[in-house]
């Protein structure tokens, strides 16, 4: 499988794949995934740079565009980051919007369901190899190692990061441990302090949205460095 970034020639064709899926998935689901879906598609038809990969936006203008209040929108974005659609790129500021980024790879693996019924020309496009000079990333690189087993909550959520990214998997993922899970929080322990901080920084958002695929009461995550 693969995503593409959708720049350069076939960038017009690409995203067309990308709306088409996101479509055809809202409308094979019930009307809460309508509405959740629709949603995404207008700030990605209206403020999203496909070229940057960011969503420079305020929560005042999105609840404008969708027809809503404040607070339905803070629901609605809290969902999305759960389902590891969106990501905040950078925090609100005084005086600045927020700016997100939205995660294609996870967004097209979501609806990979549905492929088959748009037609087997977009199924072969999304599962064929890219080309050397090709703008498309891989879904998946060929894991360099054997994907993690383990039937308890900890190993599904290592399941889910690897086969997202088998990569990253094996640089940074694998050497966490859980120490701790209470109260819609968990605890991963990492073995240095730099590798806590690195990815209490950059991928929380990520291994959040592995477990909430399979626990959605787990809301806060501690990385810790073993003593």
Known sequence: MQVAKPVG??????????????????????KHR???????????????NWRSNELSIGREE??????????????????LRSAGWVAV????????????????????LDTVEIWP????????RMQQEP????????????????????????GQVQSILHGRDPELWASWFQHLHEAERAGG??????????????????????????YGRIDPSIRTLRIEAAE
Do not use: C
């Not at 019924?117 to 072969?124: A, T």
């Not at 929080?185 to 690195?198: E, G, I």
């Open 62 to 79: 999105i609840a404008r565009l969708w027809s809503v209040n404040e607070r339905t929108v803070k629901r609605e974005m809290a969902k």
């Open 117 to 124: 019924v748009i037609g087997p020309d977009f199924q072969d």
């Open 185 to 210: 929080q968990v605890t991963l322990v990492a073995p240095s302090r730099f590798m806590a901080d690195y990815i209490a920084q950059k991928w929380t958002a990520r291994v959040l949205a592995a």
């Open 131 to 154: 080309a050397g000079d090709s703008n498309v990333v891989p879904f998946q690189a060929k894991p360099s190692l054997p994907p993690p087993n383990g039937e308890d909550l900890w």
């Open 9 to 30: 020639r076939n960038a017009p064709a690409l995203k067309y794949d990308i709306l088409s899926a996101l479509a055809v998935y809202a409308l094979s689901g019930d």
């Open 34 to 48: 309508h509405r959740s879906v629709l949603r995404i598609v207008t700030l990605i038809t209206t403020r999203y």
């Open 89 to 108: 790129k950078r925090p609100a500021a005084r005086g600045r919007v927020a700016v997100y980024e939205l995660d294609l790879k996870q967004i097209m």
